[in-house]
């Protein structure tokens, strides 16, 4: 999902040649390849992980292999040639536990399985590239090219008439093609030596919930918002526990001569307007679910 966003960011720049490897292609595990692969680039953008949340927690050594060890293969890989790695990772590695927004600075604390897994990720990118490795923190990702809750909401008008949403989780939508216009900025400032390494958090600006969100979502397809109903995380019970609190601070970019990415409404509302969303927002306004809107 990100990585293609990534590659549609700089395509329009023909200055930039880019190699794109996708999971048949390289085995980020492996470290021999991993080398191979990294060599004459200048810059790395780690879109690979293990994402499967639930899963992660039967299964933590093999997600901690992608997440942990095979962040580390690239990590050095990256130290050897020069290259810096934009790494992305994800609000799992803190608590979740806080009423303001997690500074970049932030202590750590993962409450799951993948949570721990990204942050042996982190720590290794730290600690192998502490003047080239970039850390960008994302959370609540949707886009066009992969499975996310937005798509997954619209799927839903076409089936059923009412859905029920939590609205005790609060956080930060961000749409996977303003993350990918960011990584490219700042990829581009630590080429020039503008931006200090470090971790950064790579998510929309302001805040909201589940609910929120589903009910923006509808809304702004046309949608009747009356449609998603308020519940608690308790009716959704799931093998990973999910942070309450995953709003992050922006405070980083500064540093980069960087903005801070767009408010997660205003995003939303762009993002809806692609191809890919319109045809599932028209699916669901054709559906014979439909309640048409009274706003």
Known sequence: MLGQDVLAELAGNPTVKVTALGRADLDITDPAAVLAAVAGHDVVVNCAAWTNVDAAESAEEAATA?????????????????????????????????????????????????????????????????????????????????????????????????????????????????????????????????????????????????????????????????RIRQTDSAAFVRPAVRPAFSVLAHERWAQAGLEPMPTWDRSLAEALTRPGFQALGQAALQAPTHAPSQG
């Not at 303003?178 to 958090?201: D, F, K, N, S, T």
């Open 66 to 226: 992608v997440n942990g060890s095979g962040v580390r293969n690239l990590a050095e890989a990256c130290a050897t040639v020069g290259a810096r790695l934009l790494h992305v990772s994800t609000d799992y590695v803190l608590p979740g536990d806080a009423t303001e927004p997690y500074a970049e600075t932030a202590p750590t604390g993962p409450v799951n399985a993948y949570g721990r897994s990204k942050l042996v990720g982190e720590q290794a990118v730290t600690q192998l590239l502490p003047e080239h490795g970039y850390i960008v923190r994302t959370a609540w990702l949707y886009g066009e090219h992969g499975p996310n809750f937005v798509a997954t909401m619209l799927k839903a008008a076409t089936q059923r008439e009412t859905l029920d949403v939590v609205d005790d989780q609060h956080g930060q939508p961000t749409w996977s093609r303003a993350l990918a216009a960011q990584l490219v900025a700042l990829g581009h400032a630590a080429l020039a030596g503008r931006a200090p390494a470090g971790v950064y958090h790579g998510t929309s600006t302001g805040r909201t919930t589940w609910f929120g969100l589903a009910r923006e979502a509808y809304r702004l397809t046309g949608l009747d918002p009356e």
